[in-house]
């Protein structure tokens, strides 16, 4: 999976390993059935001399090879119930301590970013606010404070597996830690109008220093 899309957050890892374990079960499966139906058509094929019967799966027989596979089938299915819950307990119900709080805010078509300057205070004079680019540091633990202001949309970083639906007149409370530094893409991940397409923007994973100096430079000078 990080070949196709790198891991750059604290939780991409996990997320990555349930999408690994439904595709390696469910794609086991489908070999299976399907290699075992093309078998029974070729097996079973109009002969000269051979009589079609008629099976309407009541005999004993005949059931085990519905009854033993279902029975297989669902058994997979616990381990990705108990596989998925956990993850979902550890990325969307646990809020680790937050370092920095930022304020995401997704409307057609671009979004608008706001974080906290020096005091890392958010709400106060020195944040820091721009559009479509934002500026984060690694390994740092961030929490998200996201909205909308006009329709829904779904603030989407393929790189760090986080996917989250802005909804106008509601706050949604999430959290991520970049681990890689570098510049990602952000998608809006829900169709929001004529401009859906374009409203992508950039998230740029700095270390400690760069990061400093991009604040420092960044906040907002008050003017006489
Ligand atoms: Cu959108």
Redesign the pocket.
């Known amino acids: 999976m990080e070949r196709l899309i790198q891991q750059a957050s604290s939780f991409a890892g996990s997320i990555d390993g349930v999408i690994l374990l439904v595709t390696a079960l469910a794609g086991a499966w489908l070999l299976l059935s399907e290699g075992f139906f093309f078998w029974l058509l070729w097996r079973f094929r109009a002969r000269p001399g051979v009589k079609t019967q008629y099976l309407d799966g009541s005999e004993k027989h005949v059931k085990k090879w519905i009854n033993i596979p279902h029975g297989l089938v669902l058994v997979c299915d616990l381990f990705i119930i108990v596989a998925a819950i956990r993850v979902w307990v550890d990325v969307k119900q646990n809020l680790p301590e937050a370092q920095a709080t930022i304020r995401v805010v997704?409307q057609?078509?671009g979004w608008v970013f706001q974080q906290p300057g020096a005091d890392n205070q958010l709400d106060t004079a020195d944040d820091i606010l721009t559009t479509d680019d934002l500026y984060v540091e690694q390994g740092k633990t961030y929490h998200f404070q996201l909205q909308s202001r006009d329709v829904i949309?779904?603030f989407s970083v393929p790189v760090f597996r986080l996917k989250q639906d802005a909804i106008p007149g509601r706050t949604i409370t999430g959290w991520f830690e970049p681990t890689r530094t570098g510049t990602f893409d952000i998608q809006?991940a829900?169709i929001?109008g004529i401009g859906?397409g374009v409203?992508g923007g950039r998230i740029h994973v700095q270390d400690s220093t760069e990061h400093a100096e991009w604040v420092a430079s960044n906040t907002p000078v008050a003017t006489q």
């Open positions: 997704g057609q078509w949309h779904s809006c829900e929001c859906h409203m």
